[in-house]
């Protein structure tokens, strides 16, 4: 499946729009992460925990924006936008939204 943030498909035809499809992840940091995160503000540096739960929240969200869209027989998705949001009391969760449309595009 062909998944861009550009409204086009550069060779295809756009056939059909399908309608807005949406991933979305919440992932928890436990709080041995938030000490981690919280000694890395102070001495600088990256917080690798932080890193690894943003990149497997993403990995999910861009497997359930796909799994959408094929579910609604799209081959491609397009226009897609990437929201990152800490949520939750006192901003224990990380959230990324993702969402595009989904088409049905033939080659040209």
């Known amino acids: 499946m062909i998944v861009t943030t ?5 060779g295809k035809k756009i056939e059909q729009y399908l309608g807005i499809v949406v991933g979305e992840a ?19 540096g ?9 990149t497997k929240a993403r990995k999910i969200g861009f497997q359930e924006l796909e799994q959408e869209a094929l579910s609604i027989g799209a081959n ?5 936008d990437i ?14 939204s993702i969402s595009g449309t989904a ?4 080659d040209k």
């Open 83 to 96: 929201d990152y949001e800490v949520v939750g009391k006192g901003g224990s969760m990380l959230m990324v």
């Open 26 to 44: 919440v992932m928890g940091a436990n709080i041995f992460k938030d000490i981690f995160a919280s000694i890395r503000d102070i001495v600088g």
């Open 6 to 10: 550009t409204h086009q498909l550069e």
């Open 76 to 80: 491609a998705i397009v226009g897609v």
């Open 103 to 106: 088409i049905r595009y033939v």
């Open 46 to 54: 990256r917080s690798g925990a932080y890193e690894d739960e943003l």
